[in-house]
């Protein structure tokens, strides 16, 4: 929403329609330079039967994902290692410490609880170097834990984490987040453009002049980088036709080599 005039209509609507103005938040997201604290943020006073304020805040939790004024995934990200964290040490001495317990074990519940809180929503991830690496690091530390390992240990002995990796058959954290975002983008594909608006989104374009400088990094850049994982560059164009048939889309997934950063694999060429 643009303006005060725009959260205060929607506020009132909340407020008369669906009586829910007690849980009802504003989020202010700066429009390209501007800051934060330029703008007038002061709590909007809502009238009608059930008088009330509707405050604004730079963060709120929505479907168990963080949103934030700046539109970055650093806090979110933060979040989820902090939790796949504590999740992993309340475990590790019943599981991941055990010999009697199977390799396969420790995989099933290291893909199955550790994975899934810590790669919650990270298929509409925006990624950016350093929070790769803090993915990265997350996943090697837990890997040399299961081995029961240290960092010196891995050196001394030239103990690679894709040697780790391998032990356990599991993959490197790139994989996981290139195979869940490329499998989600191929189900809202396969959506119904007139009745889901994740469809919409996703191919939906804004006829508005960009300002001066190279646009920040977004979803489509992101996916596009993944996509050349699985495509030819010269077809990426056309992924959409190619993700309509479900079964060819999950063939290229299970073929394609989605074990590093589709931006690694750029430099690298």
Known sequence: MESREDFFFAANLINTQYDKLSKAEALYIPYDFNKYGDADTSALTIQGDKMGYVYFCQKFKYLGALLTSSLTDDEEIDRRVTAASAAFAA????????????????????????????????????????????????????????????????????ITAESLEKKFGLKSIAWYVNNRRLDWAGKVMRMNFDSRLPRKFLTSWIFKTRPLGRPKLSYSHYLKESLKLILDPAFVENWKEEALNEVSWKKLLSQADLSIWAREKKRST
Do not use: P
């Not at 899934?116 to 509409?124: M, N, P, T």
């Open 91 to 158: 475990i590790r001495q019943a599981v991941f410490s055990r010999k009697e317990i199977s390799l396969f074990s420790k995989k099933a519940a290291y893909e199955g609880l550790i994975l899934s809180i810590l790669l919650y929503g990270c298929e509409a991830w925006v990624l950016t170097t350093r929070l790769k690496l803090r993915l990265q690091s997350f996943h090697r530390r837990c890997l040399r834990s299961m081995s029961n390992v240290t960092i010196l240990q891995t050196w001394k002995k030239r």
